[in-house]
């Protein structure tokens, strides 16, 4: 347990700062969940359009750190891959 001020105070912040991080998250694999949805109904439209809302979520994901910037670049690849893959 925490017993000086400081460590108490950074504990109160880390766990603010938890709790926004799994927030966002979730927002991330909500979009890229949705996606993954539009694509297995075969509506090529849907599934751009899903999708291009979903690249900004990644995107800012890998940019605060909740995502590696590798993991962030294979999702869209592979997605956009499937997109393609559509027509």
């Known amino acids: 347990m925490a017993n000086s001020a400081q460590a108490k105070k950074r504990a109160r912040q880390a766990e603010v700062h938890r709790q926004r991080n799994a927030g966002q998250r979730s927002e991330t694999r909500t979009y890229i969940k949705n996606t993954l949805k539009a694509i297995a109904t075969g509506v090529k439209e849907d599934a751009s359009a899903a999708f291009a809302k979903a690249i900004p979520a990644i995107d800012r994901a ?15 690849s592979r997605i956009n891959k499937q997109i393609k893959a559509m027509a």
Do not use: Q, V
């Open 62 to 76: 890998a940019g605060k750190g909740l995502i590696h910037p590798n993991k962030a670049a294979r999702h869209k």
